[in-house]
T-cell receptor, first 114, second 115 residues
Framework: GENVEQHPSTLSVQEGDSAVIKCTYSDSASNYFPWYKQELGKRPQLIIDIRSNVGEKKDQRIAVTLNKTAKHFSLHITETQPEDSAVYFC?????????????FGKGTKLSVKP | KAGVTQTPRYLIKTRGQQVTLSCSPISGHRSVSWYQQTPGQGLQFLFEYFSETQRNKGNFPGRFSGRQFSNSRSEMNVSTLELGDSALYLCASSWGSVAGWSGYTFGSGTRLTVV
């Protein structure tokens, strides 16, 4: 089955710096890659996603890139703010995101220092 | 529009007992997925139910089971509880087809403690 590796497990940056979180997946049939943000004590929330027919997607300060050949995808956050502090999870699915069977990485705890 | 509702929010059970957790999805969402969240393992996929049928299953032992009712509400059951089952259990509902997907909306979770 699918396996998703996520790095780093913790990341500390200064406010205004950029943050990059990387994930690799094992199943070349995976075709949908979302990212979720989970603030302390709250539920995970979708922040951005990408499908395998797209190499990059951007939404304001966040962007995701996908390299299908290398089977890895990354989350980029620019101009980080203290409210970006949270745990970020990447995930992969072979169902194009049409079925609820996402496989998640173990998460990255991002701390943004003011 | 009501969100995903999970009950109860907290549970304390004794090793060897069994437990049932409930999840009510967003109205119109026919898919309900269950995840176990622990500090060391992150979010681990348990199973997904769609139209009262288990559509996908993760790598958990048979002690973990679930079902879905005709109104899309779902329950998961854990029998013969072990200390390692202590975790936050999250359910997520979604709506989708090959043409598009709503993405997961997660509930607030049920915090299960096994003593």
């Amino acid at each position: 089955g699918e396996n998703v590796e996520q790095h780093p497990s913790t990341l500390s940056v200064q406010e205004g710096d950029s943050a990059v979180i990387k994930c690799t997946y094992s199943d070349s049939a995976s075709n949908y890659f979302p990212w979720y943000k989970q603030e302390l004590g709250k539920r995970p929330q979708l922040i951005i996603d990408i499908r395998s027919n797209v190499g990059e997607k951007k939404d304001q300060r966040i962007a995701v890139t996908l390299n299908k050949t290398a089977k890895h995808f990354s989350l980029h956050i620019t101009e980080t703010q203290p409210e970006d502090s949270a745990v970020y999870f990447c995930a992969a699915s072979i169902s194009g995101g049409s079925q609820g069977n996402l496989i998640f990485g173990k998460g990255t705890k991002l701390s943004v220092k003011p | 529009k009501a969100g995903v509702t999970q009950t109860p929010r907290y549970l304390i059970k004794t090793r060897g007992q069994q437990v049932t957790l409930s999840c009510s999805p967003i109205s119109g969402h026919r898919s309900v997925s269950w995840y176990q969240q622990t500090p060391g393992q992150g979010l681990q996929f348990l199973f997904e139910y769609f139209s009262e049928t288990q559509r996908n299953k993760g790598n958990f032992p048979g002690r973990f089971s679930g079902r879905q009712f005709s109104n899309s509400r779902s329950e998961m059951n854990v029998s013969t509880l072990e200390l390692g089952d202590s975790a936050l259990y999250l359910c997520a509902s979604s709506w989708g087809s090959v043409a598009g997907w709503s993405g997961y909306t997660f509930g607030s979770g049920t915090r299960l403690t096994v003593v």
